[in-house]
């Protein structure tokens, strides 16, 4: 139900090698793919920090060395501000 409530659809289909159903998805269905944005990163000073109360995944768009951490910011910011420490785990 979980996968179901992301965006992913059963049409059918089972899977040869554990019986188990499999889900589709049309990506631009997906609530990940729906909810995400592209942010500016700016590198500050961890006290110059403005830390909000939700947490979100922020992720390198880098397909060979993705990376990704969970930072606690203000929703909807143009610009994410990181430490340099985050910002190297990102790559």
Do not use: M
Not at 19 to 32: F, V
């Amino acid at each position: 139900n979980l996968l179901l409530e992301e965006g992913l659809r059963y049409k059918g289909y089972v899977d040869i090698f554990d019986g188990g159903a499999t889900l589709q998805a049309d990506i631009e269905n997906l609530r990940a793919i729906k909810e995400s944005q592209s942010v500016t990163v700016q590198i500050e000073q961890p006290e110059n920090i403005a830390v909000g109360d939700e947490a979100y995944i922020v992720a390198n768009d880098d397909y060979e060395n993705y990376r990704a951490i969970l930072v606690y910011s203000k929703p909807h910011q143009n610009i994410l501000q990181l430490t340099k420490e985050q910002a190297n785990q990102l790559n």
